[in-house]
């Protein structure tokens, strides 16, 4: 193991934070904040899912949401036939088959989507994978059944043994610890022969090919265990939130979930995390600044403003900020300092 | 940036250990996005009804915290999560939208609090998933479409062509209106909501289907933008329009101040109208536009009824809010002072009431409002009553 | 089959096809020529509207609106290329959809500030207001022909514009190879500003010209911007035909999809579920066309000859 170095310190406190602070939460009677925590958390999962392949691979990978809905809804078509009947073969409230239907979908989406995806290179590849991304979204849109547009609750969370997702907390173990997991398949992914292959692609791929690597084979896996991260995510998600809707799918989730890669530094481990935490916890946080802004000036101006819900300003501003100033995402600051 | 969420999270901590005696009203409706027109109207109507109360029910001290759904339904359940779990509100209403209505009763009502709808009234809310702590100071969707229809049998209509948004209020509004309406429904657009605002392939077809009527539900923004392609393409002598919640309080100066003079004797469905003569209703239009400058939208009518529907629960156990079961009782009796005037709750607590036809007119200023024209119905009960186990 | 019907829905569609085009031939140049990624573009779209919008009343007259906001826009697009865009020339495409992310936010909520969230209806001259008949049955809103004309014209001097003027060789050489511009000794930042500021206006026409059909409201440009996106790529980077051809083809499936979709889907399933179907269906074609076509083509229908 030797020495930490300072980001592999900064690493450890932060994952250290985020395993105790719930329960602390949870104890001084804060449930929202465990709430805010699971969603940063189950968030962080598909982010780190999206680093292998925009981090790593260099692919710029603009429908991960899909992967996230499939994911959801595959814990929620199950659950709503085994509440209101309908399509047997399917009705669960199983867990393992609801996660098992969750990374086989999601899977087989990767890897059909990929296979097509993959001929292109660049923002071609972006836009491509957005397009499939839309298809989805318009897909579950598209069914009357679970609601189309209005989404679907699901009043049963999956079964497993011994453990129940009803209580947050538990839910909140699972996601963080499946978290730990997915940093750990995401390092070891990284640093083994594949991941080399993986990396030497993204800096120059005829090299690759010329060495002999079927480079395709290589991303396209990549792509597959990136989706069905991204789909594990989304079974945690639909359980934790108990409604679905297309929206998760949208274009403009994919979005997010990007640029809470990039915003917190693509390309290292606890990057995603950071970027998911800043992503979740900025709008508490800004909101509360300005709503003190606001109290501020309420007896300069005779009344309040209404400032809270003007906080896209300041987080747009600090998004522009981040990228004219700081290199490589926030762990681009923190290596800086570390210096 | 660690420092400043620790600091944030302590700063909550500390603010929820200090509580007076007050009853909390969590209030969701849209803040941001072009859905915020009517989230801010309703908004105006509840800070009047709470300073008319001089920020007291009985004993009790309002807290109102206002929750922003963002127009989407899953932004809207967490915003009544963080309600529920951080501010640890007595009462959660609102709720512009059904879509985020559906998204959130399981949060409230999991939680055992009321939950009063300020406006949606999806089907299933009143039939299968009805509840005892679920209330609503507006109406079951269909109700208004399904006066309409009657209004379009009155006026000898035979058939109609209809376009509405595909989400859960629009598929009301049309099956409200097919249910009622006699005559021959040609066909049928569902649209894209809320993105979609041109809609030129929508009236060619219905144009082209020689309906003698076009039946249209679009709240918000998107009414505003039907009624001006309507005009433009036009419709009005060959195909005339019958809207519900398409035209308010909301679009009309705007109408106006475009020069947009078709809207005027326009014709809508509605429980309600600022000309209703009850002291209520009186007052509250006077005090609105005293405090506003412009009429009360219907949603801000919702949202005055709501909170006089809370205090009336407040008052009737003394500001003890344990006793969920006297809360209850008192609401369900719909004692309260409603700007409709008198009504009664039905088995599945959703108002049954008067629907009436109103008129865009100008007033004595030359605003544009409007005035009712006949009373549809009396004392209508939504058809979803019956699917409601509650007695 | 009502060959009125159909005629009219393709009237219809190429209309909606010119405006996406407008908005389109701005963000292939900024993205050919700049290679930077504007996911802000669409925001120029919304400031066109709404600075018309407010014109509109102050003037009282749409047209000497659309006049004076179309050198607003452009002055609007310059600064913003001096203030952030002009420091992202040099990073990743990445770090572009990052920091427009960002702008997308300020500028939405700065507009929301300025112009409130209620929206601006926009009325137009009577003449304009009313309808022109092409033939027997075939009716169709002035203001619509209105758009098809200047989006025509505008189409038409932009091919003018860069297939036959010194700045358009510039343009097309600088699409194709940016370091041989240069090399050239031609001012590359005032060209990039230059660029940059005609796409806002191009953008910003659009915005004007769909405002008095749906009003200027917040967070319009979002809703286009990444049909532009779809445009584009599908007709090439940096390539003006290729944005033409894309932005009518997708104007038509769209506007046809919403027309005979659900008639369509009736035959095969009830009328309930087809009308839930139909629009998503409609909703996903322009998606399905773009991934049939980078399948076949992974640089787009007209993909610039060197890169």
Sequence with gaps: ?339 | MKKIVTAALAATMLTSIAQAAEVKIGFVTTLTTGGAVIGNDQKKAVDLAIKQMGGKMGDLDVNLIYGDDGFKPETGKQATDKLLKQDNVDFVAGYIWSNVLLASRKSVLDAGKFLISANAGPGPVAGKLCNENFFSTSWQNDQTPQAMGEVLNQKGVKSIYIIAPNYAAGKGMVAGVKSTFKGEVLGTDMTKWPTQLDFSAELAKAKASGAEGLFIFYPGKAGGAFMKQYQQAGLKDSLPLYTVFSVDALSLPKFQAAGFTDVLGSQFTQFWDPTLDNPQNNKFVADFRAAYGSYPSFYAAQAYDSMFLIKSAVEAVNGDLTDMDGMRAAMKSASFPSVRGEFTYGNNNMPIQNFYLREVVADADGNWTTKIVQTVFEAHQDSYAKDCPLK | MDYTLLFLQVLNGVQLGLLLFLVASGLTLVFGILDFVNLAHGSLYMIGAFVCASLTFLFGNFLLAVLVALPITGVVGFVIERVVARNLYDKDHLDHVLATFGLILVIDTLTQIIWGVEGIAVPLPAWLDGQVQLFEGAVIPSFRLLIIGSGLSVAAGLFWLVNYTRLGMLIRAGASNRTMVSALGIDIQTLFALVFALGAMLAGLAGMLISPITEASIGMGNQIIITTFVVIIVGGIGSMKGAFIAAIIIGLIDTLGRSFLADIFGLVMSADAASTAAPAVSGMMIFILMAVVLALKPQGLFPPKVR
């Design chain 1, 1 to 339: 193991m030797g020495r930490l170095s300072a980001i592999g310190w900064v690493t450890l406190v932060f994952m250290l934070a985020l395993a105790i602070l719930p329960p602390i939460f949870m104890w001084t009677g804060q449930p929202f904040y465990v709430d805010l925590t699971t969603r940063l958390v189950v968030l962080a999962i598909a982010a780190v899912g999206l680093n292998i392949l925009l981090g790593f691979g260099g692919l710029v990978s603009f429908g991960h949401a899909a992967f996230i809905g499939i994911g959801a809804y595959a814990v929620g078509i199950p659950a709503y036939h085994a509440t209101w009947g309908g399509m047997d073969f399917i009705a669960s409230y199983n867990g393992f088959f609801q996660l098992a239907l969750a990374l086989a979908a999601s899977a087989l989406f990767a890897l059909v989507t990929g296979a097509i995806a993959l001929r292109t290179k660049g923002v071609y590849f972006l836009m491509i994978t957005m397009a499939f991304g839309q298809m989805a979204y318009y897909f579950f849109l598209s069914l009357d059944i679970y609601g189309g547009d209005d989404g679907l609750t699901i009043d049963v969370r999956s079964e497993l043994p011994l453990i129940s997702l009803d209580n947050p907390l538990t839910l909140y173990l699972v996601a963080y610890v499946s978290l730990v997991v997915a940093m750990f398949i995401k390092h070891t992914l990284v640093n083994s022969r594949f991941g080399m292959v993986l990396q030497g692609a993204k800096g120059n791929n005829e090299r690759m090919v010329t060495l002999g690597f079927n480079t395709y084979k290589y991303q396209l896996v990549a792509y597959v265990i990136s989706g069905s991260i991204a789909g594990y995510a989304g079974f945690l998600l639909g359980n934790f939130t108990t409604f679905i809707s297309p929206d998760m799918l949208d274009w403009t989730r994919s979005g997010e979930l990007m640029f809470m890669v990039i915003l917190g530094g693509a390309s290292t481990v606890l990057g995603p995390v950071l970027g998911s935490s800043i992503f979740i916890l900025i709008e508490e946080v800004l909101k509360g600044v300005m709503g003190w802004f606001d109290g501020l000036l309420e007896p300069l101006i005779g009344r309040e403003l209404g400032l809270e819900v003007y906080w896209h300003l300041p987080f747009g501003l600090m998004l522009i900020f981040v990228v004219l100033f700081v290199r490589g995402g926030l762990m681009g600051l923190l290596k800086r300092r570390g210096k």
